[in-house]
């Protein structure tokens, strides 16, 4: 009991922090404080928490009692000798006049960072982490192109823990300043009942058509996942609920987690908040934030759009019928939860006309919402204290993990950055592409893939965006496609085996194998691993271009990967066989190749799009006659 309410009331601390530093009050008052003071603050409260939380060996208490009281006193007294003496400590890494009680509480805080990724993320980030250090280290004596600096040990010390762009870099600062008002807004969403309410919207939605319980399923999840920036979780989360619905429909065991996976991932390539990659993004690419959220768009809609097409399509050859609730209806759960409308209403309207800061946008959503719950409610229910004692836990459950991942993130990039081997890796990628862009595409894909493997959305981004991102924007890729590209592929390594933690998570509940989960979900995602080839070509798809370049290149996505989609399924408005299987399957990659770089030039590329609508018009006109023949729905 202690021990949660002291948990409990550390995540309390560091939210309020969080919040109160996103609307300046620290300047009210007239201190004038430095952000990695405050950023410190953050990693003290979240080491008390994870070292208690997570134990080191949960089988053997007081094994991890012993090791663990020592780890979370030595990381809180780190933590608040660099808050009280960071003015000092930033001047004498400036000047190189280190010492030693520095020295000791940066090689401290590094480990400290380190152990507690390995513990709240998995290993793999943690991995990574020594690699990029040891790499640091030997950086002078690697191989041709890849040799990089001499290593000093106290300089590089001094500048992880102290000077911005290591520890104290970007993935922190977006997260200590803008992720946590965002998973506050999502966690208060949760607590009050949002979750449920999304869920029956979407049950109500789409519940009667065929396949609707996977419809509902990738509907909630996606909304979920919008907002919890954890495909992993939002599996966990939803998964406990969708899956089983989808098995009882009908839907075989890999399938029904391989949906689940694929939705809850695709949540993490949504805006405004895409896993708080977004906001890293503008930073890191040097964008505006509304410009990372515009380009988003068409991609993610093109994502839930091949999903959806697989499960309707499954649905109509498997014979899977939907159920209507009549106890829902879209009606009726708008009147009553229009309260969890208004704060997206808001977050947009704050970010796009008025032009707020994103983390400010999302406290006064939050606060509209908490408003409008406590005069109008919810179904008859008001927010209590238990309300927000519950967003507040789940805000710093999330937090503090997302805190040391944010900050390992930015030990990897920080000491490649300062051994001079990130440059010379992007340099490498380019030798090896050959200035060939479908090969670099392809072997960037592969890269990111394989390093996002176990890591979560914030470290996936982090250390891609400057590994493999800046060689694509040097070859003339346009940033935001480039860094979105990163993005998507990295991702994709959350469903893509042999290390597919959304998969085997879903295959954890649906209890079946988890690796055929992983490739049941790669066949049903299809189209994500496709969609980021076509928008780095094609910037129309990033919404770049003109109003008809946007809405042609759109179509001819939907048209292709409809096809594609039907050939793999084995079913359009009727059973697919040989020849007009393989056909719709060449059509639709076809389609997918953006016109701009069809062979042979604009006539070719028009008479594809129209053989494209022509089929998909023929499948419809099927399929209304087959309703007329029957008299009734299919």
Known sequence: MTRTVLIRGLGTVMVIAAVLWALNVQRIFGLNLYKGQFLYLLVALSAVVIFIQHPFDPARPGLSRAIDIPLCGLGTLAAIYTIFRFPQLLDDASFRDFSAAGLVVAAALIVLLIEGVRRTAGIALAVIAVAAILIAVFAQYLPGVLAGRPFRADAFLYQMAFQDGNILGAPLSIVGT????????????????GGDFFSNLAAAMMGASRGGSAKIAVTASGFFGAISGSAVSNVVSTGMITIPMMKKAGYKDDTAAGLEAVASTGGQLVPPVMGAAA????????????????????????????????????????????????????????????????????????????????????????????????????????????????????????????????????????????????????????DIGGRNLPLLLVLSAIICIILGMGMPTVGVYALLSSLIAVPLVDLGIEKISAHLFVLYLGMMSMMTPPVAIAAFAAAAIARTDPIRTGFKAMRLGWSAYVIPFVFVVEPALILNGTLLDSLEAVLRACLGIWLVTAAIVGYGSASLQGGRRAGYAVLGIALLVPGSIVPGGTVPALIILALGIAVVVYEFIIVRQAQTARGGKT
């Not at 803008?178 to 009942?193: D, E």
């Not at 606060?367 to 008001?382: D, E, S």
């Not at 805190?403 to 380019?430: D, P, Q, Y």
């Open 178 to 193: 803008v992720v946590i008002a965002f998973v506050l807004m999502g966690a208060m969403l949760q607590a009050a009942g």
């Open 279 to 430: 906001f890293l993004m503008a930073v890191v690419a040097e964008v505006e934030y509304s410009a990372v959220v515009v380009a988003s768009i068409i991609p993610a809609v093109l994502y839930y759009v091949g999903l959806f097409l697989q499960i309707d399509l499954i649905a109509a050859r498997d014979g899977i019928r939907g159920e209507r609730d009549e106890q829902l209806s879209v009606r009726d759960e708008l009147r009553h939860g229009w309260v969890f409308i208004l704060p997206f209403v808001v977050l947009i309207y704050g970010l796009f006309v008025l032009v707020w800061r994103p983390e400010y946008a999302a406290l006064v959503a939050t606060a509209t919402m908490i408003a409008a719950l406590v005069i109008f409610g919810h179904r008859g229910n008001r927010p209590t204290l238990k309300t927000f004692a519950d967003a507040m836990a789940g805000t710093a459950e999330a937090g503090v993990s997302i805190i040391f991942i944010a900050a390992v993130a930015g030990i990897v990039i920080g000491a490649l950055n300062s051994s001079g081997v990130l440059f010379n890796i992007s340099e490498a990628i380019v």
